[in-house]
Nanobody, 128 residues
C-alpha cells in the first residue's frame, strides 16, 4: 500500500529554480532506493537522480551540479531541488521507490513502475 504524493512543479524561465516534493506513506521510509525520473514527449524515460538507504546519491550527467536530491526522514518526504533550469529539462517528473532493495540498480524505476510504487507526476516547463 505504498503511496507517493507529489507536489511542486510549474513554469519558469531559463535559469530559474523549482523544488519538487514527494510525500511517502505505507512503508518504512529510507529502507529502499528512492529517486526521480522524467519523461518528455517523444523521448524515453530517464533517471534524474537516486538516493539509497545509506544516503548515497547518483545523478544523470545532464543534471550534475544543477539538481540536488535529498530526504527528510522525520517527514517521510523526498525532494528534488532544481537550479539553472533549461528548456531541455521540460518534462513530467515522477518520484518512485524500488522497495525490493536498499540500493539503486540500473533498472530501479522500471521495477517501481511494475510494482506501482511511483507518484502521479508533476509538469515542469522551462521557457527560453
Amino acid at each position: 500500500q505504498v503511496q507517493l504524493l507529489q507536489s511542486g512543479g510549474g513554469s519558469v524561465q531559463s535559469g530559474g529554480s523549482l523544488r519538487l516534493s514527494c510525500a511517502a506513506s505505507g512503508y518504512t521510509f529510507n529502507s529502499n532506493c528512492m529517486g526521480w525520473f522524467r519523461h518528455a514527449p517523444g523521448k524515453d524515460r530517464e533517471t534524474v537522480a537516486t538516493i539509497d538507504s545509506g544516503g548515497n546519491t547518483k545523478y544523470a550527467d545532464s543534471v550534475k551540479g544543477r539538481f540536488t536530491i535529498s530526504q527528510d526522514n522525520a517527514k517521510a518526504t523526498l525532494y528534488l531541488q532544481m537550479h539553472s533550469l533549461q528548456p531541455e529539462d521540460t518534462a513530467i517528473y515522477y518520484c518512485a521507490a524500488d522497495t525490493t532493495t536498499d540500493t539503486c540498480g540500473a533498472h530501479w524505476y522500471r521495477r517501481a513502475i511494475s510494482m506501482g510504487t511511483w507518484g502521479q507526476g508533476t509538469q515542469v516547463t522551462v521557457s527560453s
